[in-house]
């Protein structure tokens, strides 16, 4: 039972729970950007350079075979696979990764000038004197009387 309540607790720690929430909010992002760069910046891509579908685009290696029977329907040769190189849906993985590195950036960018207006307006008190110095205060007095 130890066991349990010490993952319970571990489990628990606001850290954790935070990073939770944010690899779920995440996620959630990245889906929302994927879905805006598919439906809406690569059709305005395609757009201007001409209709192109970005998605589509690929250099193909090695062309697909068809499966080859005999008369009596035994397979001769299997079929075989198109081999290519999809650079479009790349691009568009590019653009994906950009928007979301700069939106953290930004959340970066806002969380650490919110950090240093908190410094700001909370200056630091001055250090309290050690007891050494508290000793010589009270002999200093002392002498002067």
Do not use: C, Q, W
């Amino acid at each position: 039972m130890g066991m349990m309540k010490e993952f319970k607790e571990f489990a628990m720690r606001g850290n954790l729970v935070d990073v939770a929430v944010a690899f779920v909010m995440g996620a959630a992002f990245g889906k929302i950007v994927s879905s805006f760069v598919d439906g809406i910046v690569m059709p305005l891509v395609g757009m201007l350079t001409g209709g192109i579908d970005f998605n589509d685009k690929k250099i193909i290696l090695k062309d697909a075979l068809p499966e080859v029977k005999d008369a009596t329907g035994n397979i001769v040769t299997k079929a075989v696979a198109e081999v290519s190189v999809k650079y479009g849906t790349f691009i568009t993985n590019v653009i994906d990764f950009i928007i979301v590195a700069f939106a953290v950036f930004m959340v970066i960018k806002g969380i650490n000038a919110m950090k240093k207006k908190e410094a700001a307006a909370a200056p630091a008190a001055p250090p309290e004197p050690s007891s050494t110095d508290k000793l010589l205060t009270e002999i200093r007095d002392a002498l002067k009387k």
